[in-house]
T-cell receptor, first 112, second 115 residues
Framework: GQNIDQPTEMTATEGAIVQINCTYQ??????LFWYQQHAGEAPTFLSY????GLEEKGRFSSFLSRSKGYSYLLLKELQMKDSASYLC?????????????FGAGTTVTVRA | GAGVSQSPSNKVTEKGKDVELRCDPI?????LYWYRQRLGQGLEFLIY????????KSGLPSDRFSAERTGESVSTLTIQRTQQEDSAVYLC?????????????FGAGTRLSVL
């Protein structure tokens, strides 16, 4: 099984930067995903990391360190619409590459 | 369709009743997944369908839960004799062939409330 930890809540000011950390403990690893979920809506794909390093995509970046079992999602130039839950998910390493194990999500509140 | 569609969006039922939840995946997506999202908890894998292969039912919490899928189209998740602990949002996702097969696309979910 997987143990995936991320903070429950974070608050930041519009225009600022927020970093959401995710740590995982697994017997193996086959990729890490970040999803954004607005209240009452579908989770939407943000990023996928399988190799170490930083992946940048506009205002959002995702980092992975496999040796540390650690990832973060960086949100820059925060906007009010970024208020949402951010889900970290690890792909099952036991051959069933389709199965994702999710953390409980981090609720980010952006204040004016 | 343009995205994954789930119905109903909300379902209120009485304890002991059966419910059926429906998922329409993205056209052309061969893989379909069901997850359960309880308040304050992460998404919990329930079942996975891939084409005509036997489904992976390893995440179903009890024999009251079952799911079907016809070919690469609609899937239904059935919960029999519902219990209050079944109250949750049930999310469906689908994924397509390589190179996009890593990415699961989710529907908005069905919010189930068991009274």
């Amino acid at each position: 099984g997987q143990n995936i930890d991320q903070p429950t809540e974070m608050t930041a000011t519009e225009g600022a930067i927020v970093q959401i950390n995710c740590t995982y403990q697994t017997s193996g690893f086959n990729g890490l995903f970040w999803y954004q979920q607005h209240a009452g809506e579908a989770p939407t794909f943000l990023s996928y990391n399988v190799l170490d390093g930083l992946e940048e995509k506009g205002r959002f970046s995702s980092f992975l360190s496999r040796s540390k079992g650690y990832s973060y999602l960086l949100l820059k130039e925060l906007q009010m619409k970024d208020s949402a839950s951010y889900l970290c998910a690890v792909r099952d390493p036991l051959g069933n590459d389709y199965k994702l194990s999710f953390g409980a999500g981090t609720t980010v509140t952006v204040r004016a | 369709g343009a995205g994954v569609s789930q119905s109903p969006s909300n379902k209120v039922t009485e304890k002991g009743k059966d419910v059926e939840l429906r998922c329409d995946p993205i056209s052309g997506h061969t893989a379909l997944y069901w997850y359960r999202q309880r308040l304050g908890q992460g998404l919990e894998f329930l079942i996975y369908f891939q084409g005509n292969s036997a489904p992976d039912k390893s995440g179903l919490p009890s024999d009251r839960f079952s799911a079907e899928r016809t070919g690469e189209s609609v899937s239904t998740l059935t919960i029999q004799r519902t219990q209050q602990e079944d109250s949750a949002v049930y999310l469906c996702a689908s994924s397509g062939p390589w190179p996009a097969k890593n990415i699961q696309y989710f529907g908005a979910g069905t919010r189930l409330s068991v009274l």
